[in-house]
């Protein structure tokens, strides 16, 4: 499992995501964030939230390191892909950073409390996120909760959020004996082991596999309703079942036809390993984004509208997102959309036309920076050297100005009551 911290010197942007995770305060998205960075090997100690020793959390050590503990983005290795975890804050009343958050990331976990179910700010985020058409998964956290209620939970997800669920998981043991799930996918049991250290992957257990057996045939009704070439393709080749079943999931998560459901204990440490498996199946990566688009002539826009693809080929094309004092120096966080920037390039801020040279391009770990010589489309990075950019600024290649386009944000939906 540790290998999967490995840092992964370069990176097909086809192996990128770029994630955030979205939950109502006190769901559970620091200890979510802390355990995905252990599971990933980015840490090796866990903390716990109660004693205020998270890498997210504040820590007046890691500010003296020049490292941001907010990190507005922290990166992490799994399955030989690379995840940049995008911070966005949990609460609405930071709507503007909320904004931006999600304009910069690809895919979300949303969060739900197994025994809350959705509640009003999770709901709030929700049609945030679907106004920004972010594809999402739903985790339902804290199933070790006295109350806790998968399905409970399960229906709330489809009557508050108007949403289909897809639930991939049954879990094994119910409250503090909640121990492990069987993934519906896979048709495997995957058991935590008492100390935390892993997991145990094996058949589904006899006493279980009417139950998973009823659960896996509704998965694929409701997936077959929802997308019907899957239930041809199911029809035509049976050895094919498991693939097409993961290939229609992401094709539903790309449309927001359906949300994928999986559910653990976070604080247990009980679910993580699959989380971060699902993030790389069925969440975007950035080559699946369409291209961004914006204005040629800045502020002046007199010229042609451009779009800018997510190749490494195209103009150099970003936008700051925020922007964090430490001592290292200040921390400018760009999404890059399309293009390559290098180490030494200058770059423009097409919307006051001054041009700044970038010192350093660093890939902000949870303990450390790693130095960087370039960054292409998809990438999430911190750079130093640029004094003036501000968070929503677009920086571009000198030779092709552009202002990226304020995202496009599609009518709220309205809340199913
Ligand atoms: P955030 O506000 O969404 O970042 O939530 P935190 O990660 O800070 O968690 C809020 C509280 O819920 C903390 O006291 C956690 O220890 C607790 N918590 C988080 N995950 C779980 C879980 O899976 N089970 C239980 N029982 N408690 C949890």
Redesign the pocket.
């Given at each position: 499992m540790r290998a999967n911290g490995r840092p992964l010197t370069t990176t097909s942007p086809t192996a990128v995501r770029n994630l955030g995770i979205l939950?109502?305060?006190?769901?559970?998205?620091?200890?979510?964030t802390e355990r995905i960075l252990f599971a990933t090997g980015a840490i090796h100690k866990r903390g716990?939230?109660?004693h205020g020793t998270t890498v997210t959390d504040y820590d007046p050590q890691e500010r003296d390191r020049g490292i941001t503990i907010f990190a507005a983005a922290v990166s992490c290795t799994w399955s030989g892909h690379h995840v940049n975890l995008i911070d966005t804050p949990?609460h609405v009343d930071f709507s503007d950073e909320v904004e931006r958050s999600l304009r910069v990331l690809d895919g979300a976990v949303a969060?739900f409390d197994a025994v809350a179910g959705v509640e009003p700010q999770s709901e709030s985020v929700w049609r945030q996120a679907d106004r920004h058409g972010v594809p999402r998964i739903a985790f339902v956290?804290?199933?070790?909760?006295a109350g806790a209620d998968l399905d409970t939970a399960v229906a709330s997800i489809r009557r508050r959020l108007g949403v289909v669920p897809l639930v991939v998981q049954l879990p094994i043991g119910r409250e503090d004996s909640f121990t492990g799930v069987v993934d519906l996918v896979a048709m495997r049991a995957l058991r935590w082991r008492a100390d935390s250290a892993g997991f145990e992957s094996g058949p589904v257990p006899e006493p279980l596999r009417e139950e998973a057996g009823e659960r896996r045939r509704l998965l694929e009704e409701t997936v077959a309703e929802l997308h019907a070439e899957a239930l041809e393709e199911f029809c035509a080749d049976s050895r094919l079942r498991d693939g097409t079943l993961a290939r229609a999931l992401r094709e539903l998560t790309l449309r927001g036809d359906g949300v994928v459901v999986l559910c653990?204990?976070?604080?247990?440490n009980r679910g993580i390993e699959p989380l971060l498996d699902a993030v790389v199946a069925y969440l975007p990566a950035p080559t699946d984004m369409p291209p961004v688009r914006g204005a040629a002539n800045g502020a002046e826009a007199d010229g042609a509208e451009q779009e800018r693809a997510p190749d490494p080929a195209e103009p150099f094309t970003a936008l700051a997102f925020k922007v964090t004092a430490t001592a290292t120096g200040r921390l400018t966080y760009l999404r890059v959309y399309a293009g390559t920037l290098r180490k030494g390039a200058a770059v423009l801020d097409a919307a006051t036309g001054r041009t700044e040279r970038v010192g350093r391009i660093l890939r902000v770990q949870a303990d450390r920076h790693e130095d960087r010589q370039e960054a292409v489309a998809g990438d999430i990075v911190a750079v130093i050297g640029l004094k003036s950019a501000r968070a929503g600024t677009t920086l571009c290649a000198p030779g092709a100005p552009v202002v990226l386009e304020p995202p496009t944000v599609a009518e709220p939906v309205v809340s199913v009551a």
């Open positions: 939950a109502h305060v006190d769901a559970g998205k620091t200890t979510i716990e939230v109660h949990g969060v956290n804290k199933l070790d909760r653990g204990s976070a604080y247990r």
